[in-house]
């Protein structure tokens, strides 16, 4: 007979317990005084389940993930909801300059390089330190070269679970060598609850606080221009399923397949932790709101979807999850009047996002 604990979300340690490159991965649950979950694995940091509840009480994993450690390695989609770095989102043709010098980086999106690359913190065993039973801190150094990147970068990312139900993820990182940095979490949402196949997205309604967004060229890289997001599908200042205008006659809609644009988040001042976006699934009741200290928040639709398999049985077709990834702009390093993502030795790499969570009557 087992004595494992027996978790809501159904999923069991020992199938999240192997050994890569020498360090072992585990299952981490943490649980609120409602009884709600978040489960994560310390392999790249990916979250499987986020159990809440619909106005009706009725639980569901509102996270896409995998319910086994090999799943998670071996997926098709290899960020489906894990931590991003060193830096996540596009940079052109994998190539920056820093104190004069080039850096080519791997080319994993076409010419371009893609969240850190193929061996980006997604794909790294993290040291896991559990704090109490809502906290877990996650560790990773990150070495000179790795990734092509410069500098030794130490790293720790702080999982939450409130029991106002916030899930609060905290980064900080430090450096030896001057270097860029660009974390962020890429969750994949299904508010509707996981399923076969998991529901779209298109009548989930979204709020963004955002006068501005970035276009992108074909390559979904930034143009270098910032432009309103009035009289565009890109506003959602106000409200609005996200498949009101997805499949507009519009050439951004276009280069990115739906929408996979960079948000500029309105701020009052510089690192600010303030809202940037909220989604109500209108048939369970759930809704999310999303805070940050970012000064950018990448939307991501869930475009390249293809049915695979995840947890319990659920599938993921295409559009089947919204991402939220706060962060700074993609490309930074090539355009001078983004917001910096240079990490200075002695300076500290800080950043903060609350994924809130509740239902409506």
Known sequence: MST?????CGLKREDFQTTVNGKKTDLFVLTNKKGHEVAFTNYGGAIVAIMMPDREGKMANVIQGHDNIQDVISSPEPYR?????????RIAKGRFTLNGKEYQLAQNDGQNSLHGGPKGFHTKVWEARQMNDNSVALLYTSSYGEESFTGEVKICVEY???????LIIEYLATTNKKTIINLTHHAYFSLAGIANPTPTIDDLRCEINADFYLPVDNECIPTGEILKVADTPFDF???KAIGRDINADNEQLKNGNGYDHCYVLNKKEEGELSFAAKI???ASGRTMAVYTTEPGMQMYSDNWGNGCPGQHGATFPKRSA???ECQHFPDS????YFPSVILEPGCEYKQKTIYAFSVEN
């Open 4 to 8: 494992e604990k027996e978790y809501i």
């Open 322 to 324: 919204v991402c939220f």
């Open 160 to 166: 939450t679970f409130t029991d106002n139900d916030e």
């Open 333 to 336: 390093p090539n355009r001078p």
């Open 237 to 239: 200042r106000t409200p």
């Open 81 to 89: 909801s894990t931590l991003i770095g060193r830096y996540g989102n």
């Open 280 to 282: 109500t699934e209108p």
